[in-house]
């Protein structure tokens, strides 16, 4: 199943039980390959995606899998960092975004602070 981003995380970005019916429920698609996952506070994309960099995400995904493992299915997590593509709304303390490059957006981004742009 190929990735989907649902936005449905529990408060700091933890996957729930919501999400692990989500993914248990298409079990039977094959391997299944998560929505994109922060692996660190500094690489969201924008609100309301799932982590990894914390105990309590790890937990999270934890439950996620094993329900997908309960229904005889298998899942891949994809990780992501979006570098210099972030928000300043979506870092600690407004910081700007890091990345590898110094080049700068080339688009406008969004997120659930910032409206969207008609």
Known sequence: MAPMTRTRTSACDVPNALMATYYGQRASAGLIV???TD???HSKG???TPGIYT???VDGWRLVTDEVHRNGGRI???IWHVGRMAHTSLMPNGEAPWGVTTNKR???MYSRTTPMAG
């Open 34 to 36: 998560t929505e994109s």
């Open 39 to 41: 692996v660190s506070v």
């Open 46 to 48: 924008y609100g309301g």
């Open 55 to 57: 105990s309590a995400q």
């Open 76 to 78: 891949f997590l994809q």
């Open 106 to 108: 080339v688009r406008p």
